[in-house]
């Protein structure tokens, strides 16, 4: 049986990460990777000459290692700005600090109920956290409706410990200030946003991938920690001397030999939500925004962004593109592919972007695991799987490894250092 020194699941950014960290020590490391092509999330498509991410995916990076790698590719930069849609209205975004395009009466009571809101939170949730932060109108109004269509869930299961620098505070002065006018300075977490002029995201993460052994169309099957085996779809079976994960956790417990009853149960309380990706091309330009969020119901999708905006290299000459996410809680979707391509060329109309004249081809794909989902209680699943690994010697890294909302800076970084991790 073949044998390797550092074996490594998972071809994503972390296992990238985590190859470069064995090359850095010496070590002899292979990556098995499912699909046919390296990158995971990071990785992108093409049809008649457009190129599309796996969701939006623009860089903020700021560690010294990350941008070491990332800025050998030549890039574009973007301001951070985004808009929201709702109801037939453009609002620039945090609509809360933006209600410039409201009726006078409607802002009027959405402040005032911003000046009534809660002082403390009963419970420690998503949606106390958003009716004390905003006041129950503007939360009813904009985020718990989002936070359906965006995280598949009530925001009243949510915990709120992923938030972090994530939502704007609510602030009295900001709020009025953007009720008056559309001059509101732009507070989102990163004044500035990075994206490879060409080759999509996958660009910043290509020189890591040229330098890793990498076996592709090789899905890990089963996993014997004890004869320290992994199994192969294919057949193949090696024998590793360390074992690096990249593998969502409830996926990983799936193919562990003997796993206790109680890890499994753990596990299975893991969930993230899955994206629906509807990329749409286009014949002329007709996009605006770089990227925006869709608060109406009857959009599926809760997000889109322009492809052809982060790079004109992503469309033909004098052609546009957008991509629409609509998700879902858990691994399979809940739409199907068609309902999803006729929302979305009815999206374009009501939110005035294009007519189907305009459209040239609406492609779907389904991703699997796209954001881990903070429900109360899963930081004590996910303790229980993540311990239970590290009995087992196995490093789990990576978004789904570590089972976190890490960027892609983060997720490099997560799998560079997993020899801390044990
Ligand atoms: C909607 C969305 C938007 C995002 N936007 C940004 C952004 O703007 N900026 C940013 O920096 N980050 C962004 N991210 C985060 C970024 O995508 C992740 O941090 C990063 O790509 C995760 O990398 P990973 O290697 O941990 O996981 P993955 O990329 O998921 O890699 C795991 C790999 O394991 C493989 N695999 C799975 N099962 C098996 C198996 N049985 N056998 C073998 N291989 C297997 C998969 O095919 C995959 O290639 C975004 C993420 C999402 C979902």
Redesign the pocket.
Known sequence: MEQIDVLI???????LGAALRCREMNRRAVI????DSA????DNFVIDGFRFDH???????KEPKVREIFDRTPYLTHPADSTCFDQGTWFKHPVQNNLVPLPAQEKVALIESFLGRRDTMDEDNYENWLRHQYGDAIAERYPLRYTRKYWASEAARLSTTWIGDRMRRAQLDEILYGAFTDDTPNHYYTKEMRYPVEGGYKAFIQPLIAEAEIRLG????RIDPRQRVVRCANGDEIQYGQLVS??PLP?ITT?LEDVPAAVSEAARNLVASS?DLVSVGFRRNVVRDLWFYIYDEDILASRAYAPSIKSPNNAPPGCSSLQF?AYSRGPQSQFDADTLKENTAYALQKMGIGTADDILFIDHRHVP???VIFDIGMEDHREIVRRHLLELGIASR????EWDY??????LL??YHWPEAL
């Open positions: 699941l998972g071809a994503g950014v972390a296992g098995l990777e499912a699909r990158g995971g999330l990071l969701a939006v995916h623009l860089s903020f990076a090789r899905k890990v099957v990249t593998l996926v193919l994206i996410e695991y796209g954001n990576g978004r789904f490894g890490l960027w892609s800076n983060q997720s997560s799998g």
